[in-house]
């Protein structure tokens, strides 16, 4: 094979070790983070009846992910990215089995609490991973690693939620509180064995404090530095903002409108829906459009669609189970290229030194936008009483009118190499 030919991924995972244990690292932790999911759902739910509550869980979770993105970035450049992967987990492993003291509606703050640090935790996770990864898999073999792995992540949302649904139905939730930090557990101990060789910048023995301002800034100089950048850093944000509310808020509450039984088997079916979805996306994806050159446009057009088969849910709902369900399958195998094409193409532009930096941007306008989406969902239902249908209708619209305008946007060329060059500095 041609050292630049791009490989398949069963060569990747069977001649690449370290890529292997970190693949299954991640897959299971996210396996277990899915029985988290549903069961803080289920308590909200059980002890206040809330959707507000749930859409304010989604947004705190997903506020405290995008605050501190730009530290966590900063971390991931500057500290040993493998020690932030096993200190997450660790960490992580503490505070989920503080939810096992959860009882009654006066309890229900302590667990948005700790859902808050969880996802900071999962933030520095996923930051760390991502900036890591072309350090681990080379370069003929990086869009085979991310694309495999945004379809590992929706196996582990498949399963982790239709198995964790089950779970939490039959077992309760401190039985799903207790796998998950097995999990992160297990994930810990497949990281250990990893080398994670890293690159770092020059001014490495500064003071992290005190010059955090200004290598944070860097990272903002660096995506302005390539206009190329400004626009696919808002890639995943221009899905969230109407697709935060969708899938974080209407398709949690959906299974109980539609007679599937009580919230934990209906949020397990239709995740299920969106993890076969997001599996599928990727692979696809990659197998129509080889060429990068062309993602930048494809991404909003894939946006767009996605918007289209949510549509497609709203103005069916309440036509059968199984139609929604392949609606909500369709809707995420075009919203998945969007996250996987954009990674690939961050990846590929920016150098390894300041790689979790531009990384925090994304994820931070990522979470920003989720957050805004999940926040108008619940407060819509709770205080203005629209149906889910009526939310699931407004929201698509917005979501194919941001598909439309990523695609058309069309940033100004990169600036010149020598102002690339200051602007890095």
Not at 310 to 327: A, E, Q, R
Not at 353 to 372: H, I, K, N, T
Request: hydrophobic share 55%; charged share 15%.
């Amino acid at each position: 094979m041609k050292k630049n030919e791009e490989i398949g991924y069963l060569e990747l995972v069977r001649n690449n070790s370290d890529y292997r244990r970190f693949w299954l690292a991640t897959v299971v932790s996210m396996f277990g983070q899915w029985f988290n999911l549903i069961a803080m759902f289920v308590l909200i739910y059980r002890y206040t009846g809330s959707e507000l509550l749930i859409g304010f869980l989604l947004t705190v979770r997903m506020a405290s992910f995008a605050v501190f993105q730009p530290f966590i970035g900063l971390l991931a450049d500057k500290i040993n990215r493998k020690s932030m992967l096993i200190a997450s987990n660790l960490l992580a492993i503490i505070f989920v089995l503080c939810l096992l003291g959860v009882e009654d509606e006066g309890d229900i703050w302590w667990l948005i609490a700790i859902a808050g640090i969880l996802s900071f935790l999962h933030g520095a996770y996923m930051t760390a991973e991502v900036a890591i990864l072309p350090n681990i898999v080379a370069k003929n073999e990086l869009a085979t690693a991310n694309a495999f792995g945004s379809a590992s992540w929706s196996l582990a949302l498949a399963m982790g939620s239709a198995i964790g649904g089950f779970v939490v139905s039959a077992y309760g939730t401190d039985v799903a509180f207790l796998i998950d930090a097995c999990t992160f557990l297990i994930s810990t101990l497949l990281i250990r064995k990893i080398p994670m060789p890293q690159k770092f910048e020059d001014n490495q023995s500064q003071s992290l404090l005190r010059n955090g301002f200004q290598n944070i800034l860097a990272g903002w100089k660096r995506i302005y530095s390539d206009r190329r950048l400004i626009k696919i850093v808002s890639a995943k944000a221009s899905w969230n903002i109407a697709g935060g509310g969708i899938a974080g808020v209407f398709l949690v509450i959906m299974g109980e409108n539609l007679g599937i039984g009580d919230i934990a088997t209906g949020v397990g079916i239709f995740y299920l829906a969106r993890g076969i979805g997001t599996g599928i996306g990727p692979i696809f994806g990659r197998m129509l459009f080889p060429n990068s050159d062309k993602w930048m446009t494809i991404i909003g057009i894939f946006v767009a669609i996605s918007g289209f088969f949510y549509l497609m849910v709203g103005l069916s709902f309440g036509y059968g189970l199984w139609l929604t369900f392949i609606l909500v399958i369709l809707a995420h195998t075009f919203s998945a290229a969007n996250w996987v094409f954009s990674t690939i193409l961050t990846q590929q532009w920016v150098e390894d030194e300041m790689r979790g930096r531009v990384f925090s941007v994304d994820m931070l306008l990522l979470s920003l936008a989720f957050s805004v989406s999940t926040s108008v969902a619940g407060w819509l239902i709770e205080y203005e009483g629209i149906s889910i249908q009526t939310g699931i209708i407004w929201f698509s619209s917005i979501m194919i009118g941001a598909g439309i305008l990523f695609a058309f946007w069309n940033p100004i060329e990169p600036v010149n190499e020598s102002e690339q060059a200051s602007l890095r500095e």
